[in-house]
């Protein structure tokens, strides 16, 4: 149990590891998102109200999910390069940091499309979307932060407290953009999606979401060997294995 | 041992207070700019929207509130910076009293020069604005409270970014999505006093804003001043 904690604080065995997941990911995540996008946009029903313009879904919600849990990764990253000062914790951070806030912005701009005919507007000042929109500024700001300083180690502490005092507030910011939104509710928005989703809809959703999880793995392992690469360019085991 | 170092810590933070609020009557410019500048910024918005005084008194609660939010991003934008740049921050780090509990007399400071002030004079800027006096209660407590929960967080941010160039816009990125709940929970309360309703539970959440932030703030705030120093 603890040598595999110690290996993933090791940054040549942390490369070896993507170079050995990396081959398998990639072609099934590739091939998942095509299945699932096939699926989903093509044999999946139509939806008996919003027509063929629901099927956005399989991209909107799977990335506003993974957006979320992405802030969640960041924050342990930073967690653990603080408290027990892994050099790699920070890289890892660094890593999801770019890719949650695609997603985020992906979440965001597939809501603004799906929005149009459905709710007839391109934004609503509705509470998840709101509160999606404050989740990439926390993500902005964390890239904002890291690119401001010059020594990158001071950088990623800095970082990984900054992204732990956005997870203390992000329930807070939920709640509260909920109950402001409770204040001003405009009484023409509701849409069909609430109530139950059948099940020849729900399958390809949830592959779509597993699919995005594992696109999110395997984006953060080339992010991390692409770190790892350019801070540990000087290093021997490095050289060693770019040269084998 | 233990003894002498709590009479350490009280003398220290009295001393450190004294010493803060000695410094802002030396240059009283930086109590008054951010006042001058949460007036002039409501002066802008009946030019910029019409002087009926209804629609006014409809939008105040929210005009006053991101008035106050945004000249509480400029007093934290200056609050480290002299200290770090005529070295005190370092001997405040250095001290024997624990730093999350050392940067505390500086926000205290800073608090009774920007925040108390601002919420106190609040009522006339109100009035500005067409907010019948009644609600003037309402509107003072609210802004106590959330100046000094918006205080507690832009520090953490300000002590992240004191030693970065050109630090004040970033401050502004990182810190303004922190205070969205402190906004809703104040204009909320506002607008309950002014359509009748009642504001005790948005006030209440802003007492709880201030005491979870007293609680955890300071522990960021002394992590990111000694990131900023490189300790």
């Given amino acids: 149990m603890w040598r595999i904690i110690h290996q993933f604080g090791s940054p040549p065995w942390v490369y070896r590891f993507c170079d050995k997941v990396i081959p398998w990911l990639m072609p099934i995540t590739i091939g ?16 008996y109200k919003q027509g063929d313009s629901y099927r956005i879904i399989y991209i909107h919600v799977p990335a506003a999910v993974v957006a979320l849990a992405g802030y969640y990764v960041m924050a342990l990253a930073g967690l653990v390069s603080l408290v027990w000062r892994v050099k790699l914790a920070d890289t890892a951070m660094r890593a999801a940091a770019p890719i949650g806030a695609a997603y985020t912005a992906i979440a965001l701009i597939t809501g603004a499309i799906w929005g149009k005919p459905t709710w007839g507007a391109w934004w609503v000042w509705d509470a998840r979307i709101t509160s999606m929109l404050i989740l990439f500024f926390l993500y902005v700001g964390v890239i904002a932060l ?25 329930p807070i910011i939920y709640k509260s953009v909920d109950w402001w939104y409770s204040l001003h509710q405009p009484a023409s928005i509701k849409f069909t999606g609430s109530s139950a989703i ?31 690469t350019e801070e540990y360019a000087q290093s021997a085991w490095l050289n060693k294995r770019l040269a084998a | 041992m233990t003894e002498t170092r709590d009479i350490d810590i009280l003398h220290y ?100 020069a920007s925040g108390l002030l601002l919420s106190l004079v609040s009522p006339i800027f109100g009035l500005m604005l067409g907010l019948p006096l009644d609600v003037a209660p309402v509107l003072v407590a609210s802004l106590l409270m959330g ?50 309703g009642d504001p005790t539970v948005a006030l209440a959440l802003l007492g709880a804003g201030v005491t979870g932030g007293l609680l955890l703030a300071p522990v960021a705030i002394a992590a990111g001043v000694r990131v900023s120093l490189e300790l």
């Fill in chain 1, 32 to 47: 998942a998102l095509l299945v699932g996008s096939v699926w989903g946009l093509l044999f999946a029903p139509t939806d």
């Fill in chain 1, 146 to 170: 890291f690119e401001a300083y010059e020594n990158k180690t001071v950088a990623a502490r800095a970082c990984a407290i900054l992204s732990l005092v956005g997870t203390v507030n992000i």
């Fill in chain 1, 198 to 228: 059948d099940a020849s809809m729900l399958y390809p959703l949830l592959g779509m979401i597993i699919t995005f999880y594992a696109l999110f793995a395997l984006l953060m392992m080339l992010n991390l060997k692409q770190s790892l």
């Fill in chain 2, 13 to 112: 933070c009295r001393s450190q207070t004294a010493r803060h609020l000695m410094l802002m009557v030396r240059s009283p410019s930086e109590v008054v700019n951010p006042l001058l500048f949460f007036l002039l910024v409501i002066v802008l918005f009946p030019l910029g929207l019409g002087p009926d005084p209804e629609q006014l008194s409809v939008l105040a609660p929210g005009i006053l509130w991101v008035v106050a939010l945004l000249s509480n991003l400029m007093i934290c934008m200056r609050l480290f910076v002299d200290d770090l740049e005529d070295g005190s921050l370092e001997q405040v780090a250095m001290a024997r009293v624990p730093l999350s509990i050392a940067v505390l007399p500086q926000l205290l400071a800073s608090w009774l």
């Fill in chain 2, 147 to 196: 100046t000094a929960i918006m205080l507690l967080l832009g520090a953490v941010g300000a002590a992240l970014t004191v030693g970065v160039q050109r630090g004040g816009i970033l401050l502004a990125i990182l810190i303004l999505p922190l205070y969205v709940p402190i906004l809703i929970a104040g204009t909320r309360a506002l607008n309950e006093a002014l359509h009748g």
